[in-house]
């Protein structure tokens, strides 16, 4: 099973940008999707942006499209969300999420969908 690690939170004013990344213990094509959730304080878990790399698949969630974009290094095991124009709403702690099913492909900002979960990363957005 692979291990995922999450780095790269932390405290932004709002309009400010950071990147998060996720080191996977094994190649990110062991898997069939990998992505990004998010959690804040009180509120279900929600997908921000994942990935079906095997088709080029990839889904963003509403309140973030447009401005965060999710890569991967594949060399170096690493997923990456890039995330730009930060708002205080996108306080959260961020989760980096792999499953090893094809099924993950039809739901892919399902937090449901995906069996393997990094420990998180708190990013804090400020006015």
């Known amino acids: 099973q692979v291990h995922l690690a999450e780095s790269g939170g932390g405290s932004v004013q709002a309009g400010g940008s950071l990147r998060l990344s996720c080191v996977a213990s094994t190649s990110l094509y062991n898997t069939a999707c990998v992505g990004w959730f998010r959690q804040a304080p009180g509120k279900e878990r929600e997908g921000v942006a994942s990935?079906?790399?095997?088709?080029?698949?990839?889904f963003y969630g509403d309140s973030v499209k447009g401005r965060f974009t999710i890569s991967q290094d594949n060399s170096e095991n690493t997923l990456y969300l890039q995330m730009n124009g930060l708002k205080l709403e996108d306080t959260a702690i961020y989760y980096c999420?792999?499953?090893?099913?094809?099924?993950?492909?039809?739901?892919?900002?399902?937090?449901?969908?995906?069996?393997?979960w990094g420990q998180g990363t708190q990013v804090t957005v400020s006015s």
């Open positions: 999420a792999a499953s090893g099913s094809l099924s993950c492909r039809h739901t892919m900002g399902a937090a449901t969908s995906y069996d393997t």
């Open positions: 990935v079906f790399h095997r088709a080029g698949y990839t």
